[in-house]
């Protein structure tokens, strides 16, 4: 008898396929290795527990215990050279990691300081339809233009607004920022101010990793009493998430993960987060051998490069990046859902985005992010990315038909690897 095909494995041929054939600039997204993906599909899945390691409620994590703890010495190996920093693995991704702070640290009605959604922060840091609105006020910091077309975080209504709110929370961190910051003024202000600090390094912990990116990790006053972090995005892991605190809340903080807010910890998220550290500490290997600064620096290289090709296409380029992500505006008669849309139908992925001070909606914003890290991982080169980056600025100002497009971005595609 034949056995009808399941639609489940069906659609992941598919939707594996789909992602060998395009070009994926998403920022936020990576190709993690393939052993990252064979743990998170293991038997830790099937394990519960609760707690943490050396006191859990089920029996049966002897190995579990052994493996959180040795991820748990990983992350602190590769972040913290401090020494003053712990560390939880059991966070289930970005934005919870971020509400465990709030959920640990605040009172209802205490006020949190976070940058403008709209002109680069994250939706988890609070924003103006936010849930966490029921208990937490916003005060948001902004960007401003440091020099024509160049927008930095402003200081000046940094430092003023920590005076005029007297924030209990400071989030330094940001989703949509092409720029590179430096974390230890703004937390010693924070502190100054009688303000708590969490960076959230979920875009450029990779770069943090590599030592490519100014970090948050620094000892007394300088550094941020809390960090958080996704492991899919320039770091080359799972999807999920690290949160790190200074020793003396990292009780607190366990306690409010579990039994606070969460139950079992995702076991095969947490050792597959492990093997990403590995490669990051140069213990086990990406398959195409390439140590992880070596990558990380190639995603900054990429990241210029296609910037630099769609600004010879003749694209605006809203703030020169110094990270792995770029942002550009597109021309008024541009509609960035459909360019969003067109750009799909010819294979390149990515995501339209408001750029500072946008007089057009989120839904149909005026710029687009492209960032390199996950094409950089199948060994997209510079020249390549300033092909695309050209390719993309052709197809906006309508100087490359979608054929002529799509052929390019199928031959770029077949050129790079793939590892699944
Ligand atoms: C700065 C920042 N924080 C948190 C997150 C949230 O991560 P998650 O999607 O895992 O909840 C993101 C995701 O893009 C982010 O950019």
Redesign the pocket.
């Known amino acids: 008898m034949l056995m009808p095909i399941n639609p489940l494995f069906e659609l992941t041929a598919k939707e594996a396929a789909k992602q060998r054939d395009t070009l994926n600039l998403i920022a936020?997204e990576n190709y993690p290795s393939p052993k990252v993906l064979e743990l998170l599909g293991s038997v830790w899945m099937n394990k519960y527990a609760e707690g943490l390691p050396g006191k859990r409620y089920y029996a049966g994590n002897i190995y579990a215990d052994e493996m959180e703890t040795f991820v748990q010495t990983k992350a602190l190996e590769v972040f913290d050279k401090t020494g003053e920093y712990g560390v939880n693995v059991q966070v289930?991704?970005?934005?919870?990691?971020?509400a465990m702070v709030f959920l640990t640290m605040l009172e209802a009605g205490d006020t949190i300081m976070s940058l403008n959604l709209a002109n680069g922060?994250?939706?988890?840091?609070m924003h103006a339809t936010s849930n966490f609105l029921k208990f937490f006020k916003l005060v948001n910091y902004d960007v401003s233009e440091t020099r024509p077309g160049t927008f930095d975080i402003d200081m000046d209504d940094y430092q003023t607004k920590l005076k005029e709110h007297r924030p209990k929370l400071v989030i330094i961190?940001?989703?949509?920022f092409p720029r590179a910051y430096e974390f230890a003024q703004m937390t010693k202000w924070a502190h100054d101010a009688g303000a708590l600090v969490l960076a959230?390094?979920?875009?450029i912990n990779g770069l943090v990793a590599a030592g490519l990116h100014d970090t948050p990790f620094k000892a007394g006053a300088e550094g941020a009493d809390f960090v958080?972090?996704?492991t899919?995005?320039t770091f080359r892991g799972p999807?999920?998430?690290m949160l790190f605190a200074k020793q003396d809340h990292m009780p607190a903080i366990n306690k409010t993960i579990f039994p606070g807010t969460s139950g079992g910890p995702h076991l095969h998220q947490i050792a597959a987060t492990g093997q990403a550290l590995l490669e990051i500490l140069d213990e086990d290997t990406y398959p195409d051998g390439r140590n992880f600064t070596d990558y990380s620096k190639a995603v900054l290289e990429t990241s210029h490069a296609l910037e630099q090709g769609a600004a010879d296409g003749g694209l605006e380029i809203v703030s020169p990046t110094q990270n792995h992500l770029c942002l550009v505006k597109l021309p008024d008669a541009v509609d960035s859902l459909e360019f969003q849309r067109r750009l799909e139908s010819v294979g390149i992925i990515s995501n339209r985005n408001m750029i500072p001070f946008d007089k057009k909606s989120a839904w149909r914003p005026s710029g687009m992010r492209f960032g390199t890290a996950a094409l950089t991982s199948r060994g997209l080169t510079p020249a390549q990315a300033t092909e695309l980056g050209q390719l993309i600025a052709s197809l906006a100002l309508d100087k490359l038909s979608e054929d002529d497009t799509l052929d390019q971005v199928r031959t770029m595609a077949k050129s790079l690897n793939w590892y699944y």
Do not use: C, E, Q, V
């Not at 289930?92 to 971020?98: E, F, I, K, T």
């Not at 922060?121 to 840091?125: A, E, F, R």
């Not at 961190?173 to 949509?176: E, L, M, V, Y």
């Not at 959230?200 to 875009?203: G, M």
């Open positions: 936020s289930l991704s970005g934005s919870p990691a971020n922060g994250h939706l988890s840091h961190g940001f989703s949509a959230d390094i979920a875009h958080s972090m996704t899919h995005k999807r999920g998430a």
